[in-house]
C-alpha cells in the first residue's frame, strides 16, 4: 500500500507559477504510473496530468498543455507538477494519485491510491 503526500499548493497571482510535489512511501514507488487530478467547488475531479513508471512517457489535459509540466523522481519517490502561466480557472484541490502498471490512466476511477490534496488558488 502506497501513501501519498501532496505539498506546495498557495496563492498566487494570474500569470505566476507554483511547483506542487506529491511524495509516496510504503511500497516501490518506480511500479507506479502517477497521476495529478484536480476538483473545483461543485465539479468533477478532472485529470491534469499524468507520467509512466519510468518518466518516458507523459500526458496533458488541453487545458494545461504548454504551461504544466510533470516530471518524477524515483530515487526521491516523488513526482512533481510544474504550472507556470497560472489562470484563475486552475484554482482547485490538487490530487495526486498512484496505480500499479504500466498504463497511465486519465480518468480517477482508474486509480488506487490518492492524496489528501493541496489548495491551488489563483487570483490577484
Known amino acids: 500500500q502506497v501513501q501519498l503526500v501532496e505539498s506546495g499548493g498557495g496563492l498566487v497571482q494570474p500569470g505566476g507559477s507554483l511547483r506542487l510535489s506529491c511524495v509516496a512511501s510504503g511500497s516501490i514507488f518506480s511500479i507506479y504510473a502517477m497521476g495529478w487530478f484536480r476538483q473545483a467547488p461543485g465539479k468533477e475531479r478532472e485529470f491534469v496530468s499524468g507520467?509512466?513508471?519510468?518518466?518516458?512517457?507523459?500526458d496533458y489535459a488541453d487545458s494545461v498543455k504548454g504551461r504544466f509540466t510533470i516530471s518524477r523522481d524515483n530515487a526521491k519517490n516523488t513526482v512533481y507538477l510544474q504550472m507556470n502561466s497560472l489562470k484563475p480557472e486552475d484554482t482547485a484541490v490538487y490530487y495526486c494519485?498512484?496505480?500499479?502498471?504500466?498504463?497511465?490512466?486519465?480518468?480517477?476511477?482508474?486509480?488506487?491510491?490518492w492524496g489528501q490534496g493541496t489548495q491551488v488558488t489563483v487570483s490577484s
Open positions: 494519485a498512484a496505480k500499479a502498471g504500466v498504463v497511465v490512466p486519465t480518468t480517477p476511477d482508474r486509480y488506487m491510491h
Open positions: 507520467i509512466s513508471r519510468s518518466g518516458g512517457s507523459t
